[in-house]
């Protein structure tokens, strides 16, 4: 946890119980249940597999929880990749609909990790924009209503930069909160388009690993995350 977020961020989901902010909380089972949900990121990357876990994490700074996050699993997945395996360049990509600021904070001026994300703005939580640019860090800004076509034109542009960062391991933050029937946003992909950035996800690295980050409507849910899995092999 540690190599990714404060001691003080640490000590206050442990002790908190109420609000962190107002959509942020901490009950008695929270601090343990974030632990679990990285401790599951940190096994897809062991097993090459898809970590199907909440709280999500992608929002979590490196010292303060929000937007539903308290610890950013993918982050800390990535980090331990690179002390326990020996991974020396990890890429994370990001398909949430909201955009990643939490990863950003932790790795975003980490030249060993690559940060890739593909996100509805201007929209939850303000960041992300057009000039958040960095030498391993690439933010795609999509207007609302985007649908597959615009999706995969997207992604060529994060294919292109994650083929020259040239990564031993990929981490896909895989929210499904782009869809077109989530309540939470105003994106259009379909679960076939889902299918296709799994599939080109899996091509971009020798090892890969998924981390479930949104999804709000729970009916079509798990039949997205199984499309996403038939699309990583």
Same mark, same amino acid.
């Given at each position: 946890?540690?190599? =990714?977020? %404060?001691?003080?961020?640490?000590?206050?989901?442990?002790?908190?119980?109420?609000?962190?902010?107002?959509?942020?909380? =901490?009950? #008695?089972?929270? &601090?343990?249940?974030?632990?679990?949900?990285?401790?599951?990121?940190? #096994?897809?990357?062991?097993? #090459?597999?898809? /970590?199907?876990?909440?709280?999500?994490?992608?929002?979590?700074?490196?010292?303060? /929880?929000?937007?539903?996050?308290?610890? @950013?699993?993918?982050?800390?997945?990535?980090?331990?990749?690179?002390? #326990?395996?020996? &991974?020396?360049?990890? *890429?994370?990509?990001?398909?949430?609909?909201?955009?990643?600021?939490?990863?950003? @904070?932790?790795?975003?001026? @980490?030249?060993?990790? &690559?940060?890739?994300?593909?996100?509805?703005?201007?929209?939850?939580?303000? %960041?992300?924009?057009?000039?958040?640019?960095?030498?391993?860090?690439?933010?795609?800004?999509? *207007?609302?209503?985007?649908?597959? /076509?615009?999706?995969?034109?997207?992604?060529?542009?994060?294919?292109? *930069?994650?083929?020259?960062?040239?990564?031993?391991?990929?981490?896909?933050?895989?929210? &499904? @909160?782009?869809?077109?029937?989530?309540? $939470? /946003?105003?994106?259009?992909?379909?679960? *076939?388009?889902?299918?296709?950035?799994?599939?080109?996800?899996?091509? $971009?690295?020798?090892?890969?690993?998924?981390?479930?980050?949104?999804?709000?409507?729970?009916?079509?849910?798990?039949? $997205?995350?199984?499309?996403?899995?038939?699309?990583?092999?």
């Amino acid at each position: 946890m540690l190599r =990714c977020h %404060t001691s003080a961020l640490v000590e206050q989901v442990r002790t908190t119980r109420g609000w962190i902010d107002g959509d942020t909380i =901490c009950t #008695e089972t929270t &601090f343990d249940a974030a632990l679990l949900a990285a401790g599951a990121a940190i #096994e897809a990357v062991r097993r #090459e597999g898809f /970590a199907l876990a909440r709280p999500p994490g992608h929002h979590a700074e490196r010292a303060r /929880a929000m937007g539903f996050c308290l610890f @950013d699993s993918i982050a800390i997945a990535a980090r331990w990749a690179q002390a #326990e395996l020996g &991974f020396e360049r990890v *890429a994370i990509v990001d398909w949430d609909v909201h955009h990643g600021n939490g990863t950003q @904070d932790i790795v975003g001026d @980490d030249p060993t990790i &690559f940060f890739a994300s593909l996100h509805q703005w201007p929209f939850y939580p303000g %960041t992300g924009g057009p000039q958040e640019q960095g030498e391993t860090l690439v933010n795609l800004p999509l *207007a609302a209503g985007t649908g597959d /076509a615009g999706y995969i034109e997207a992604f060529e542009t994060v294919e292109r *930069a994650v083929r020259q960062f040239e990564p031993e391991l990929l981490l896909v933050s895989a929210g &499904f @909160d782009a869809h077109e029937q989530d309540p $939470l /946003a105003d994106m259009r992909l379909s679960a *076939a388009g889902f299918t296709q950035l799994a599939r080109r996800s899996r091509a $971009l690295a020798p090892h890969v690993a998924a981390v479930l980050e949104g999804g709000y409507n729970l009916e079509t849910l798990p039949d $997205l995350v199984g499309t996403a899995l038939a699309g990583f092999g």
